[in-house]
């Protein structure tokens, strides 16, 4: 499937007047102050709106959560984002009692507002891997079980995600409490101009016999999409590079579309 990466980012002011304006409507504010980020619920006005209608509020009192914090620019304002960012990921899921798809893309939606008010928080505050043992002298190594493997390299992924990708390595695998159990043989990203985007995803849909309409019907079995524009791992021949999608062998793809439910987190560097 396409992708069409935007690297231009709004200005500061044009993104603080669209926060406003998508509050316009709204009769409560998610908080009353930094000091109540966590004891918030912006959920509590949102049971019987409409599926797109949830999402919006629920994205647009994010915005101005953390648009508010941000103004503060000192080390109090971030700790109460990151605090304000894993509430609201808790509470996203309370989303699914209106559209079981809306938790992901509430999750997408407060990580988009924290990158854009506080960039690189989420990949400060994330546990990092393991730092791989130090290199052995000739010595130690001639004394080391010839049976001993390398340690695997897990790159920035975070531990919490379900699925990694480094498409510079054209790797990709699965881990569980931050431990790979299952990788792929290898995988094949978007090519030049289609280039499959890097960042923080969830899985949103997932269909096993599926067909890509914008390229000629070309067939996508076990399509697991992880973004609201097509993007998703599925079957293919990974030795030719794609429109934004992982590809990957038929078995590689049967296991992700098993394992991967949604609102599971896909990590890509």
Known sequence: MSYTPRHSKPSRAKRRAASVAALAGLSVSLFAAPAHAQQANPLA???????AGSLDAFAAQATAAFEQLAAQQDRAARDAAWNTRN???????????INPELPAQAKAAVDRAVETF????????????APAPAAQTPARAAQAPASAAPAFDYGPC????????????????LQRD????????????GKPGYETPRGTFYVNRKVKDEISYEFNNAPMPYATYFTNNGI???EGDPAYLSHGCIRM?????QRYFNDLQI???VFIY
């Open 178 to 189: 931050g431990k790979m159990y299952y990788q792929a043989a290898t995988i094949g990203p």
């Open 263 to 265: 609102g599971d987190k």
């Open 45 to 51: 006005q949102l049971s019987s709106a409409s599926s």
């Open 158 to 173: 975070p531990k919490d995600a379900k699925a990694c990708i480094d498409i510079d390595g054209r790797r990709s695998w």
């Open 118 to 129: 506080f960039p690189g928080l989420i990949a400060q505050r994330t546990p990092k891997p």
């Open 232 to 234: 998703a791992f599925h």
């Open 249 to 253: 062998h038929r078995g590689d793809a």
């Open 87 to 97: 509430t609201l990921i808790q509470q996203a899921n309370g989303l699914g009692a």
